[in-house]
């Protein structure tokens, strides 16, 4: 299994333009989530999906938005990139939204904003 | 709000010691769970061990273990045995317990632990 997959590895943006962040997976999870990874401050939850059609805010869902029409597929996209979005960016997934499914994190995506 | 602090940003430790890291959390729930979750270079987030609340019986996971001291909200995290491929960042995520409704993670800051040989 391939688990989390996260495309691209790495980005470089200009200010002002938008970009998709792709995250797969093939191990028939309802949950996806999105985090950001900030030096100094952990990660933070952006949005997230309990089931395809379904998707709600997390804490910091300002600049992104998401969609799930697939139950394998999860995208993030940014509309008009920010150097505040400078981040790392993590998709996770678990069999379902209760506590006793672990998190499946993909390997990141280091995105630069200029 | 829950917060989780870690007040450790780096340690060190030997080849074949042992380690703790803090993790010290502010909530008002009375139901929650705890996580240690590890990242090497890779960037792979990897769960170590979790807690749930509600159990007073520390969690251990091999050579990993908890002390879970709830009055305190604290929640430490102790490796024994320690080997060159713990070397990684750790992190320490409490969830509330909202009747299982939610998988949403509150991460600390992190603790990059470098094992010597």
């Known amino acids: 299994n391939a688990g989390v997959t996260q495309t691209p590895k790495f980005q470089v943006l200009k200010t002002g333009q938008s970009m998709t962040l792709q995250c797969a997976q093939d191990?028939?999870?309802?949950?996806m989530s999105w985090y950001r990874q900030d030096p100094g401050m952990g990660l933070r939850l952006i949005h997230y999906s309990v089931g395809a059609g379904i998707t709600d805010q997390g804490e910091v869902p300002n600049g992104y938005n998401v969609s799930r029409s697939t139950t394998e597929d999860f995208p993030l996209r940014l509309l008009s990139a920010a150097p505040s979005q400078t981040s790392v960016y993590f998709c996770?997934?678990?069999?379902?939204?209760?506590?006793?499914?672990?998190?499946?994190f993909g390997n990141g995506t280091r995105l630069t904003v200029t | 709000a829950q917060t989780v602090t870690q007040s450790q940003p780096e340690m060190s430790v030997q080849e074949a010691e042992t380690v703790t890291l803090s993790c010290t959390y502010d909530?008002?729930?009375?139901?929650?769970?705890l996580f240690w979750y590890k990242q090497p270079p890779s960037r792979q987030m990897i769960l170590v061990i979790r807690q749930e609340a509600y159990k007073q019986q520390n969690a251990t996971e091999n050579r990993f273990s908890v002390n879970f001291q709830k009055a305190a909200k604290s929640f430490s995290l102790k490796i024994s045995d320690s080997q060159l491929g713990d070397t990684a960042m750790y992190f320490c995520a409490f969830m509330k317990h909202v009747g299982g409704a939610t998988n949403k993670l509150i991460f600390g800051t992190g603790t990059l632990l470098a094992v010597q040989p």
């Open positions: 191990m028939n999870h309802e949950y």
């Open positions: 909530t008002s729930e009375n139901n929650y769970y």
């Open positions: 996770a997934s678990s069999y379902d939204r209760k506590v006793n499914s672990p998190l499946h």
